[in-house]
């Protein structure tokens, strides 16, 4: 039997400021002179905002429709993770070495970290946000079953750390926010998760124009119905349940958990609520973004 790694919790690492899973800040450095082609399209996210959502979506609209071909391999090699390492499986670039052309890749670097060559050419970008109550519940769950990541502690020091944006990747406060500037200088489509939810066929229509890529009203309700929350997480190349439990323990907690806008209200606390808000404001001042936290 081959010997399963010990790749749990390392600590983080900070690179310019920002808290990486370790393993991904090790991928920078081969990704710094990392060559966009033509036809990338990058689906950027924070962590815990719909990315998976979004590249089930990308694909199924690549692929036409076709179930079959979205069934090919698991989401995160359809759409390769550029800084995606982990010691036992094929990492980003990796993955990216057998990527035919247009490619859909994926991302949650802030832009400090992104390599240049996706800002200098201008690649189409889409973005995805969802708001900053549901991300952080998420998370938390996230940092639990995904072991690659430091132990999240409590509910309550995981969210002060997350307020702080000490938590990977950093602070959710400004990536969304400097990735909504970004649109003033490249074409970036910028999707909101609860959007998604409320009307999935009108931002999945958005998504088609943006990719120029016109599919039937019969192939739009396919791909609205195949890449429901209750699909996707019975789809075994959508839920990540192809990766080792040393990775990803669903048992711990599922990747696809509830899908849903509002699941916040079951784990802030009043107080915890109204410090969030105060703190939200601040961070936030002067921001032309506006998150809905229910539908
Ligand atoms: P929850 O933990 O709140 O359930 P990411 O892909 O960026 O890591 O985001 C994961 C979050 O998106 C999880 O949120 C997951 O359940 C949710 N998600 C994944 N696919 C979804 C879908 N088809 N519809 C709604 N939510 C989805």
């Known amino acids: 039997m081959e010997p399963i790694p010990d790749t749990s919790r390392p600590p983080q690492v900070v690179v310019n400021g920002i808290p990486l899973i370790k393993y991904f800040s090790e991928a920078l450095g081969e990704l710094e002179g990392f060559r966009v082609q033509p036809g990338d399209l990058l689906i950027s996210t924070y962590p815990k905002s719909g990315t998976t959502w979004l590249c089930e979506i990308l694909d199924?609209?690549?692929?036409?429709?076709?179930?079959?071909?979205?069934?090919?391999?698991?989401?995160?090699?359809?759409?390769?993770?550029?800084?995606?390492?982990?010691?036992?499986?094929?990492?980003?670039?990796?993955?990216?070495?057998?990527?035919?052309?247009?490619?859909?890749?994926?991302?949650?670097?802030?832009?400090?970290?992104?390599?240049?060559?996706?800002?200098?050419?201008?690649?189409?970008?889409?973005?995805?946000?969802?708001?900053?109550?549901?991300?952080v519940v998420s998370y938390y769950h996230f940092y639990q079953m995904a072991k690659v990541h430091p132990d999240p502690g409590t509910w309550e020091t995981f969210l002060e750390t997350f307020k702080a944006g000490q938590v990977c990747y950093g602070s959710w406060y400004r990536h969304v926010q400097e990735w909504w500037e970004l649109r003033k200088q490249q074409p970036?489509?910028?999707?909101?998760?609860?959007?998604?939810?409320?009307?999935?066929?009108?931002?999945?229509?958005?998504?088609?124009?943006?990719?120029?890529?016109?599919?039937?009203?019969?192939?739009?309700?396919?791909?609205?119905?195949?890449?429901?929350?209750?699909?996707?997480?019975?789809?075994?190349?959508?839920?990540?349940?192809?990766?080792?439990?040393?990775?990803?323990?669903h048992e711990v907690s599922p990747f696809m958990r509830k899908g849903i806008a509002g699941d916040w209200k079951n784990h802030f606390t009043v107080a915890q609520n109204e410090l969030f808000d105060a703190d939200y404001a601040e961070k936030m001042a002067g921001s032309e973004l506006h998150f809905r936290t229910e539908l």
């Open 60 to 135: 199924m609209i690549y692929q036409s429709g076709d179930l079959e071909k979205c069934q090919r391999a698991p989401v995160y090699t359809r759409v390769p993770f550029l800084e995606f390492r982990a010691p036992g499986v094929p990492s980003g670039l990796e993955t990216l070495k057998d990527t035919p052309s247009p490619r859909l890749l994926k991302t949650h670097l802030p832009l400090a970290l992104l390599p240049k060559a996706f800002l200098d050419q201008k690649v189409k970008v889409i973005y995805v946000a969802r708001n900053a109550k549901d991300v």
């Open 188 to 249: 970036v489509l910028y999707l909101f998760y609860e959007d998604l939810k409320e009307d999935p066929k009108r931002e999945i229509r958005k998504i088609m124009e943006f990719v120029e890529r016109p599919l039937s009203e019969e192939i739009l309700d396919r791909i609205v119905r195949e890449t429901s929350f209750k699909n996707m997480k019975e789809n075994p190349m959508a839920n990540f349940s192809s990766l080792p439990s040393y990775i990803m323990d």
